[in-house]
């Protein structure tokens, strides 16, 4: 079956930044288009960022357009999001998706 492991996050600062890692098993990972979540305390999950199967085409949130930079690594099997001048609004638990899989999440905290 389908899994995505993730690895990153942690405590920045405002202006900070961190990258995101989602490493995938059991899917042809060329052939699927990838997306970035996250949900903050007491409110719903939203949609951050998409990348294409084959890379060519990525879209983002307005909330994090500029800032975040979503890719993927063929050689690897893994999706990134490279996330840059961090907010305090940021500050979130991120999760990766493929097909109908998620990943188990992982915290971002921004804060000084």
Known sequence: QVQLVQSGGGLVQ???SLRLSCAASGLRFSTFAMSWYRQ???KEREWVASISSDGGITSYADSV???FTISR???KNTLYLQ???LKPE????Y?????????QGTQVTVSS
């Open 14 to 16: 405002p202006g900070g």
């Open 40 to 42: 903050a305390p007491g």
């Open 65 to 67: 357009k500029g800032r």
């Open 73 to 75: 690594d063929y050689a």
């Open 83 to 85: 996330m840059n001048s």
């Open 90 to 93: 940021d500050t979130a638990v």
């Open 95 to 103: 999760y990766c998706k493929a097909t109908s899989a998620w990943g």
